[in-house]
């Protein structure tokens, strides 16, 4: 009775052993596995920025631009709001009416000036734009044209060269000139500091 017993006690030792035994080697293998599987990062990741690109002519026709005081959207080169001044408030009716593509901030990408041509109603008002691309998105900037004398009626003529120099043959109107007709005609120089025009030179003639 006594060995059969001691054997019983036996066997519940050497399973007690064996149960220990297999469970180290489950836990050990649990945790090659898990140490071996690659982690995954839950962190948002860093955008790429692209940085400057080239403006074209799609750019150009489908602009923002800053007309008459109204942000507005420009599609085909064309916005209007509104049929007539009479029964649309805040009517304005306006377009892309010139522009030119090319590197005017220096940084290896085209960019455009873009002139618009603006009616309220009764009057036409003509703004000149940068355009300039980046990470994707074309913006504009509304530009003011530095001259020596008068007021800026019409941008005729934009050149781009090719180290960035401006050229704008202008048409101005005097200071004593009324609004609609410019007498003065301008070729004027400018560089472009990223934010506004600078005029270089200036040749002039009634």
Same mark, same amino acid.
């Given at each position: !009775?006594?060995?059969?017993?001691?054997? *019983?006690?036996?066997?519940? #030792?050497?399973?007690?052993?064996?149960?220990?035994?297999?469970?180290?080697?489950?836990?050990?293998?649990?945790?090659?596995?898990?140490?071996?599987?690659?982690?995954?990062?839950?962190?948002?990741?860093?955008? #790429?920025? *692209?940085?400057? %690109?080239?403006?074209?002519?799609?750019?150009?026709? +489908?602009?923002?631009?800053?007309?008459?005081? %109204?942000?507005?959207? !420009? !599609?085909?080169?064309?916005?209007?709001?509104?049929?007539?001044?009479?029964?649309?408030?805040?009517?304005?009716?306006?377009?892309?009416?010139?522009?030119?593509?090319?590197?005017?901030?220096?940084?290896?990408?085209?960019?455009?000036?873009?002139?618009?041509?603006?009616?309220?109603?009764?009057?036409?008002?003509?703004?000149?734009?940068?355009?300039?691309?980046?990470?994707?998105?074309?913006?504009?900037?509304?530009?003011? #044209?530095? *001259?020596?004398?008068?007021?800026?009626?019409?941008?005729?003529? #934009? +050149?781009?060269?090719?180290?960035?120099?401006?050229?704008?043959?202008?048409?101005?109107?005097?200071?004593?000139?009324?609004?609609?007709?410019?007498?003065?005609?301008?070729?004027?120089?400018?560089?472009?500091?990223?934010?506004?025009?600078?005029?270089?030179?200036?040749?002039?003639?009634?």
């Amino acid at each position: !009775m006594k060995k059969i017993i001691t054997a *019983v006690i036996i066997i519940i #030792i050497l399973l007690g052993i064996l149960y220990v035994v297999k469970t180290a080697i489950v836990s050990y293998s649990t945790s090659q596995q898990a140490s071996s599987t690659p982690s995954t990062s839950t962190a948002s990741s860093t955008p #790429i920025i *692209v940085g400057g %690109q080239d403006v074209g002519i799609n750019d150009v026709d +489908n602009g923002t631009y800053l007309v008459w005081g %109204q942000t507005v959207t !420009m !599609m085909d080169g064309r916005y209007k709001n509104g049929t007539s001044p009479a029964t649309t408030k805040n009517f304005i009716n306006t377009s892309v009416s010139t522009y030119t593509i090319g590197d005017i901030n220096g940084d290896g990408h085209d960019d455009a000036l873009v002139q618009t041509a603006t009616s309220i109603g009764n009057d036409f008002n003509y703004e000149l734009h940068s355009l300039i691309k980046q990470n994707g998105v074309a913006s504009s900037t509304l530009l003011a #044209i530095p *001259v020596q004398v008068g007021t800026v009626r019409t941008v005729d003529d #934009i +050149n781009i060269g090719s180290k960035g120099v401006i050229t704008l043959t202008l048409s101005i109107v005097p200071p004593d000139g009324a609004a609609c007709c410019p007498t003065i005609h301008a070729v004027n120089t400018y560089s472009f500091d990223g934010s506004k025009l600078i005029l270089i030179s200036s040749s002039t003639k009634s």
